[in-house]
């Protein structure tokens, strides 16, 4: 499971850019690599062990490769909280665990595609060109998972 999620966040990432650098050192500005990362790559909640792990590390290769490639091609991540896409239709259906995490979420609602899609421009454009190695949290404010899944004690 650990070694799923991390071949397919981190390792896939890796072979992802070092495909594109050739071809971004082409362009005059170089360009820009935004990899999505998680909330929960940084703040621990129950039973995401393995995804927990790989986010957090992609967010870390984030700000390694960032160095490797300054100056001419930023890298940058995204960490989204609760999103709703169909990852979370599950929750976003569910009436109990919907009103769990809004609740949970400091601005009281789950987040939106166009939010995650807002920073992913504004790290792209010019707006965000003195930008390299951040992670940015699209993530309503929260600092621990506004839910944590229901696991068997030990």
């Known amino acids: 499971h650990l070694t799923q999620a991390f071949d397919f966040n981190v390792t ?7 495909a594109a650098v050739p071809h971004m050192l082409r362009n005059v500005d170089g360009g820009a690599v935004i990899n999505i990362t998680s909330t929960v790559g ?3 909640g129950r039973a995401y062990a393995a995804y927990g792990t790989a986010k957090g590390a992609l967010a870390q290769y984030t ?6 490639l300054n100056p001419k091609i930023r890298v940058n991540g995204i960490a989204p909280g609760a999103i709703l896409t169909s ?6 259906d569910d009436e109990n665990m919907r009103t769990q995490i809004e609740s949970a979420t400091p601005l009281h609602r789950l987040g939106e ?13 010019p707006a965000g060109s003195y930008l390299t190695g951040k992670i940015i949290e699209v993530d309503g404010g929260i600092v621990t998972p506004n839910l944590d899944l229901p696991i068997p004690d030990l």
């Open 42 to 44: 940084r703040a621990p």
């Open 113 to 125: 595609p166009e939010d995650v899609a807002a920073a992913a421009l504004f790290l792209a454009s």
């Open 12 to 18: 896939n990432a890796h072979a992802l850019i070092l």
């Open 87 to 92: 990852a979370l239709d599950v929750v976003a």
């Open 63 to 68: 700000r390694l490769i960032a160095m490797d």
